[in-house]
């Protein structure tokens, strides 16, 4: 904060004139004011009479005292100039430092500010090709899926289809064996080398059997012909590990 001081610039007969001057220079003032005063003594000193002695002694002891007191003014003054100014440089120094050390955090957070965008750029990508493939994945999955349950469904049809036709070559041959009982008597009547018990019915018989083998026949063909086409699709539509 600036100060101000009251300073007698000159004194007239009924007047005295005053000035203000900043606190930082009221030392340079007073210094004035001295130089001043003692040029007045020295006016007043031819003016006047002619001191005795002791009054010159006691006005050179006052000027030597004001000599000393200028002097240390002007050293003070001077010290005062000398530390003012080495405290500007300090203020400058750390204004200068505080100001480097500002723009090195302002680079390093422009520097991780441009690494976290680009992260993020990054990672925006990796989303979308990790949404792709969840996509994909899931689609395959789906796809998967399908192919089990229908794999299973026509697996489970292949296995019935096998039972059947183990089940007709078995009433395949159940039967041509019943014909082959039939076939022996019809043969011998035919050949009328028969004993009284064989008949004609017994040829009726056999041609009765002949006609159910026939038929367990045409069945196990027709369940032969349904697993060859099931076993062709299942080779189409189950893949194959590899």
Not at 99 to 109: N, T, Y
Not at 111 to 117: F, G, H, R, S, V
Not at 153 to 171: E, G, S
Request: hydrophobic share 40%.
């Amino acid at each position: 904060m600036a100060y101000k001081a009251v300073v007698l610039l000159s004194e007239g007969k009924n007047s005295r004139t005053y000035g203000y001057c900043d606190m930082a220079s009221w030392k340079l003032s007073l210094v004035a004011g001295l130089v001043i005063g003692g040029l007045l003594t020295t006016a007043v000193w031819h003016r006047s009479p002619r001191p005795t002695q002791a009054e010159f002694e006691q006005l050179q002891n006052q000027n030597q005292q004001l000599v000393a007191e200028k002097s240390a003014i002007k050293r003070e003054f001077e010290d005062y100039q000398t530390q003012s100014a080495l405290d500007i440089e300090q203020v400058r120094a750390e204004l200068e430092a505080s100001q480097q050390v500002i723009e090195l955090q302002k680079a390093e957070f422009e520097k991780q500010i441009t690494a976290l965008t680009s992260q993020q750029k990054k990672l925006t990508v990796t989303k979308k090709k990790l949404d792709t493939q969840v996509v994909k994945l899931t689609s395959t999955a789906e796809q998967q899926k399908a192919v089990l349950d229908n794999s299973k469904a026509l697996y489970q049809q292949q296995l019935l289809l096998q039972k059947q036709i183990i089940a007709a070559k078995a009433d395949v041959k159940k039967a041509e064996q019943v014909a082959a009982e039939f076939k022996q008597a019809c043969d011998e009547f035919k050949s009328g080398t028969s004993w009284n018990w064989v008949s004609q019915a017994d040829c009726d018989k056999y041609e009765a059997r002949l006609k159910v083998v026939e038929g367990e026949q045409a069945q196990l063909a027709a369940l032969e012909q349904e697993l060859d086409v099931l076993n062709q699709r299942i080779e189409i539509e189950i893949p194959r590990p590899n």
